[in-house]
């Protein structure tokens, strides 16, 4: 009975590892094929930008030109941010994370909060500067904020705590609005894998490409009543500033079956992303 168990939880660790290598082996292969196709569209765009800027500069003032260029220009632009998102570099030449940088995307958000009547819990544990890239590590957090608040019902509850833990910070979100359903789970972090009316698709897709490229790694975890996404980055080697104990937090902790999208080991460093239905 005993060997019987033992075979049966390899051939389930077994089935879970293939699962992660395909998983992983298609997110790298989404993002080469996404940065490709951002380079080709990027040239002819910032071309056809420069001519637009051009004829407003020096061309003749007709009023019907000017308002089709305009619209135009708008376009053009919206299409270059969506490009641009594709092609995620963490800014690693911004100023070290400190704990105001933390508490400026709570600021910045809880308009967003107050519209839905949501709960905010709000913990940041940070208290020493953090050797860390504050552009990107605001952007992650941000980017899970929005992804929180937008599947907020109103009148919801949203939690987000920031600590250092094991030489690593660590960004817990969760909220209590519509849940991850199983059939999104496994292309979570894919380019456009989005079916609501907020946004373009690209949040978690950005998040996942800045952690990666951050050596860190980030978790998904959903069952109905409770979402959670879990982001840890790497502190620099022997550069693991103080912090105080985490205090207060209460997130829910959803505890079903876990399928987990590590890098490829050969690359050194990775980001995985788990998904829990």
């Known amino acids: 009975s005993a060997a019987f168990q033992r075979m049966v939880l390899d051939l389930r660790e077994k089935a879970a590892l293939e699962k992660q290598v395909v998983v992983s082996e298609r997110l790298m292969a989404l993002g080469r094929l996404s940065a490709g196709i951002a380079h080709e569209i990027n040239n002819p765009l910032g071309g056809m930008l420069n001519a637009i800027s051009t004829f407003k500069r020096h061309g003749q003032e007709d009023p019907l030109a000017a308002k089709t260029l305009s619209l135009l220009e708008r376009g053009l632009t919206q299409i270059k941010e969506t490009v641009a998102a594709l092609l995620v570099e963490a800014r690693l030449e911004s100023h070290a994370l400190t704990r105001q940088d933390i ?6 958000l809880q308009p967003d909060v107050t519209l839905k009547h949501a709960l905010f819990g709000w913990h940041n544990d940070v208290v020493a500067e953090t050797p860390l890239p504050s552009t990107s590590v605001r952007q992650i957090l941000i980017n899970l904020l929005l992804n929180a608040i937008h599947a907020l019902d109103v009148g919801g509850r949203l939690a987000c705590r920031v600590a250092l833990l094991d030489n690593a910070l660590q960004i817990t979100v969760e909220n209590n609005g519509r849940h991850i359903p199983p059939e999104r789970i496994d292309h979570l972090f894919e380019p456009f894998a989005h079916d609501a009316p907020e946004g373009h698709g690209l949040g978690l897709w950005v998040t996942y490409q800045i952690v990666e490229q951050m050596g860190g790694r980030i978790e998904a975890h959903s069952r109905p009543g409770a979402t959670r996404f879990t982001v840890n980055l790497p502190l620099p080697e022997h550069a693991a500033p103080s912090a105080e104990p985490p205090q207060g937090w209460r ?24 998904a829990v239905l």
């Open 251 to 274: 997130g829910q902790q959803p505890e079903p079956h876990s399928v987990e999208q590590p890098s490829p080991p050969s690359s050194g460093r990775g980001m995985g992303g788990k």
């Open 103 to 108: 508490e400026d995307v709570r600021t910045l």
